[in-house]
């Protein structure tokens, strides 16, 4: 879910046409939950194959990855989350136990027919599975796009590659990232600009977001300590936060008082939990240094093999995918072969 930070955070519209040539960082199981909560059928069920196995992930995954790379010239470099961290297990059994009561009033309303409703709750109840994020993973591979499996959280690992210049910003719904230090974060990177609420039952229109952490950092006057500081107040994955303590309250305590320790105890009368290891688990993350981030060619008949034969998928609409990915790969190789023979550099894709 992420800290809620849109209150405070300075954000800039921008069109996909600005990721032109761009390597994203994108947080893949934060995608992965997007298709499963959105691709589904009018009564919420998810779409399957014929034994029953979920592809809604991979109908998402495949469609809107090869109509980025085609389309926009985007690379995209997918980052999958690993071992949760300890402090995150409290927000994880939370989220069991509201998914299995969406689960519950979605059975529910689909019984009675009341599709809207059942939608809705469908939404909220979406699980990614291991054998999920493995076919995603494997249609990844098969479409010779790179992925980065982290040791704990994703977005700590994709905000290290951007630091380190190995791709242009992170792509996440969450803030989480800015918190790790990514300089960059591009949010809504999407092709249909909607987003289904499900407390509403209805959809809103998205436009993508660029934020960038130094202009966040300049504009409200903080460090990026203070900045996780200020999360800790609000709440984060790790943490409760403080009770009515929302991001303007915390942006003014954090403002007059830099610190959490350096609020009287009449104002905060009990921190946010162990501020040690809540700074670290965002100061100093686990991650993998040596990942290889590597743009490998596409195996189109393993492509067609795996979804039309072995997920059922419609043999035209992966053939229109594949094209669509052809085009790139033919593009790339003759503007190589033209820096070859100018003799110019290929500009980085980050």
Not at 83 to 110: D, F, H, S, T
Not at 268 to 279: E, T
Request: hydrophobic letters at 40%; glycine letters at 6%.
């Amino acid at each position: 879910m992420g800290v809620p930070l849109t209150p405070i955070i300075k954000r800039k519209v921008i069109s996909l046409s600005n990721l032109r040539g761009r390597t994203l960082a994108v947080d893949a199981n934060n995608v992965l939950y997007q298709f499963l909560a959105l691709i589904r059928k009018p009564d919420g069920s998810p779409l399957t194959d014929s034994e029953g196995r979920v592809t809604s992930h991979l109908v998402g995954l495949l469609f809107r990855t090869t109509r980025l790379m085609s389309e926009y010239g985007t690379r995209l470099a997918f980052v999958f989350d690993g071992k949760p961290p300890r402090l995150k297990r409290a927000e994880l059994g939370k989220r069991r136990e509201v998914r299995a009561k969406a689960l519950a009033q979605w059975k529910e309303a689909k019984a009675s027919g009341d599709y809207a409703t059942a939608f809705s709750k469908a939404v909220a109840s979406s699980k990614l599975s291991l054998q999920m994020s493995e076919d995603a993973k494997r249609l990844l591979s098969l479409l010779g796009v790179p992925q980065i499996q982290a040791p704990s959280d994703a977005e700590a690992q994709a905000a290290l590659m951007v630091a380190r210049g190995d791709a242009w910003a992170v792509a996440s719904q969450d803030y989480d990232s800015l918190l790790y230090g990514a300089p960059r974060l591009v949010r809504h990177v999407t092709l249909t600009g909607r987003e289904f609420l499900p407390s509403k039952g209805e959809s809103r229109r998205l436009l993508p977001e660029l934020i960038d952490l130094q202009s966040v950092l300049d504009g409200l006057n903080l460090s990026r300590e203070s900045l996780v500081d200020l999360a800790l107040l609000v709440g984060t994955d790790f943490n409760d936060g403080v009770l009515g303590v929302g991001p303007k309250t915390a942006l003014k305590f954090m403002r007059q008082y830099g610190s959490i320790e350096a609020i009287p105890s009449n104002v905060l009368p009990r921190p946010p939990g162990d501020l040690d290891s809540l700074r670290k688990a965002f100061l100093d993350p686990e991650v993998v240094r040596d990942y290889r981030l590597e743009f490998g060619d596409m195996d189109e008949e393993g492509v067609v093999s795996f979804l039309c034969k072995e997920r059922d998928f419609s043999p035209q609409r992966v053939d229109e995918a594949v094209k669509r990915l052809k085009s790139v790969r033919a593009r790339r190789s003759a503007l190589t072969k033209w820096m070859d023979s100018s003799g110019q550099k290929p500009r980085p894709f980050r």
